[in-house]
Every structure is written in structure tokens, then in C-alpha cells.
């Protein structure tokens, strides 16, 4: 599935390769064919990503449509709730299928970054059980000395871009894999997506002078081929990802040094206030405080709000999507 837009679903063929023939032959064309979901699947979300099989006029002419009937089991899932401000009752948004990697694009200025919300995108990857990059723009405004050391005790991957520099480094970390992006409108995300497929015009936008955001100008998830192998899976630019849906147990999961710890907490434990066991077990030098902090940064971000604006808090662009 390479893109989902009001209940159409484009959807790329892969015909299999003729068998049981020593001559060459030209292999299948592949070909995009529009669909809509089958009754029969109910109320079974479809995304970008998803595996699936079509029945009806495959054939990809104008004007044609198939149906989807059935969706294959997914490898991964990204997913977040409703804006935790707004619903709490842990809805969950099923954002793409089936990638395994997660693409932050974070601008170090215009807009600036905001830790808050690259710790809680970082969450959902865990939750996700998928791959996290940091990709950082706009090098040439502001160093991104502070915010890569941030980051380092987590062991998150990063790459830092700037304009018209080179991408192979980005290039490198992309190929071969099913990658999806994900960010604040105005970080460059578009801009990035249009050098790394040339042909795949995505509108770009500039920061609004006065709120400090952009407007998001991708306004669904499509699936973009590179040109030296992989996908790329552009999304809207977001305000909010909700975390209500993710347990404290999962992010704890991704720090097996830590784990071993929280044996001798107390039933409950938030591993955030006193009497948090894994206080002791830095004290005794059996683990790394850094980790610690860390490992409570991202589960407070699960809590509370979850913009960070640097500087006051100002009012929400209408096409920014929350």
C-alpha cells in the first residue's frame, strides 16, 4: 500500500516472474492499481505499508478500481493515541505498517528543536520495536553539538544535514530499508524527500515568522521508492504524537541494562519518584546515571504535554495536524 486517501487505496503490483522457461523474458510491468476496502473487512484499518491482496480489475487502467480484501500480518506497526491533552482513553492511530525504521527530522533552528517531542516519537519506535535515526537539519543555522549529546546515552543513531550538502551519509542509512519520517512541519522533511526522489514533488513550506511553525504541506502518508533501493514513507508534519497507549513496561524494555533493577522496586512503581530502586542500583556504580535520566525522561514524556515549545506556548496553525 503506497498511499491511503479517503477511502481510496493506491496500492503497487509486483507480478512474480514467469517459471519454468530457459528463454529470457521481459519481466512484468509493475503497475499501481486504485482499491477500495472490501465489506467483508469490516472496520479493519488499512495504511500505508500494509501488505495486501486485491481482487477484481487489477489491470491499473484509468477509471478502473479493485478491492482490497485482505490484509497479510504485519511486521511492525507505528502507532499513536489522540493527543493526550484532548483523549485519554488511549485510542490508537495506526500511522504505517510494516517498517523498520523511524526517520525524526528535527530542525536545530527555524523551527528550533523540542526534545520533548523527539523523546516521545523515540517511544513510539520502542513500542514499535523498529529502528530510530536523528535526523538533523539546518546545520549550517545552529551546531548540533548539544542535542547529539542528549541523545548519545540512548544509543539513537544520527545524521546532521544542512542545505545543499551532501545526503550520503542519510543515503547510507536509508538504503535497502522500509523507512518512515516523521517530524514537526517546517524541519525540512519535504525538502529532504524531494532530493532523495527526485520525482516526487512534495510541497515544501517556510516557518511562520510569528508562531515559529510551519504548516504542514503533506497532508497523507505515501511511500516513495528510492532510487538505490528502499522506501521512504513521507507522513503529515505533526504537533503532538499521544502516547496513551504505551506502557511503562515497554519503554523499560528498551533499556535491558535497567531492567534487573526495578526487581527490588516497590508494587507500582512509577521508576520517577523516592524509593525507586534503580536509584540504588546507580549509586552502587552497577549502572549508568545518563541511562537513568534518560530512561526517565521518556517516560515522563509519556505524561503532560506533549509540545515542548522552546519559548512561550503559542496558539496552534490551523493546518498543522494534532
Not at 529502528?131 to 545552529?142: E, F, G, H, R, V
Not at 512534495?202 to 510551519?214: F, I, P, W
Request: hydrophobic share 40%.
Amino acid at each position: 500500500m503506497v498511499a491511503v486517501d479517503r477511502g481510496r487505496y493506491t496500492t503497487l503490483i509486483e507480478p512474480e516472474r514467469p517459471k519454468g522457461s530457459a528463454q529470457k523474458r521481459k519481466p512484468p510491468q509493475r503497475r499501481l492499481v486504485v482499491a477500495m476496502k472490501a465489506r467483508e473487512l469490516g472496520r479493519k484499518g488499512i495504511v500505508v505499508g500494509d501488505r495486501v491482496a486485491l481482487v477484481g480489475d487489477v489491470s491499473g487502467r484509468p477509471d478502473t478500481l479493485a478491492r482490497v480484501v485482505r490484509v497479510e500480518p504485519r511486521t511492525s506497526m507505528l502507532r499513536r493515541s489522540a493527543d493526550d491533552t484532548e483523549d485519554t482513553d488511549g485510542i490508537e492511530r495506526p500511522v504505517v505498517a510494516n517498517a523498520d525504521q523511524l526517520v525524526i527530522v528535527t530542525a536545530l533552528a527555524d523551527p528550533p528543536p523540542r526534545p520533548r517531542m523527539i523523546d516521545r516519537i523515540l517511544v513510539a519506535a520502542f513500542d514499535a520495536e523498529i529502528d530510530a535515526l536523528l535526523c538533523l537539519t539546518k546545520s549550517d543555522l545552529a551546531p548540533p553539538d548539544e542535542l547529539v549529546a542528549q541523545y548519545e546515552p540512548l544509543g539513537v543513531a544520527h545524521v546532521v544535514v544542512h542545505k545543499g550538502g551532501s545526503l550520503d551519509e542519510l543515503r547510507d542509512h536509508l538504503t535497502g530499508r522500509i523507512s518512515v519520517l516523521v517530524g514537526h512541519s517546517g524541519v525540512g522533511k519535504s525538502t529532504l524527500v524531494n532530493a532523495l526522489v527526485p520525482d516526487a514533488n512534495r510541497a515544501v513550506s517556510q516557518v511562520n515568522a510569528v508562531t515559529g511553525r510551519g504548516r504542514h504541506t503533506s497532508t497523507s502518508a505515501v511511500a516513495l521508492e528510492l532510487p538505490e533501493g528502499g522506501w521512504i514513507i513521507d507522513t503529515p508534519g505533526v504537533r503532538s504524537f499521544g502516547l496513551a497507549h504505551v506502557s511503562v513496561e515497554t519503554v523499560l524494555a528498551a533499556f535491558p541494562d535497567l531492567i534487573e533493577g526495578t526487581v527490588d522496586c516497590p508494587k507500582g512503581c512509577t521508576h520517577l519518584g523516592e524509593g525507586c530502586a534503580l536509584d540504588t542500583l546507580v549509586a552502587e556504580g552497577k549502572a549508568d546515571p545518563a541511562r537513568l535520566r534518560s530512561l526517565r525522561r521518556l517516560l515522563s514524556s509519556r505524561d503532560g504535554t506533549p509540545d515542548d515549545s522552546p519559548t512561550t506556548r503559542r496558539e496552534p496553525v490551523p493546518d498543522e495536524i494534532s
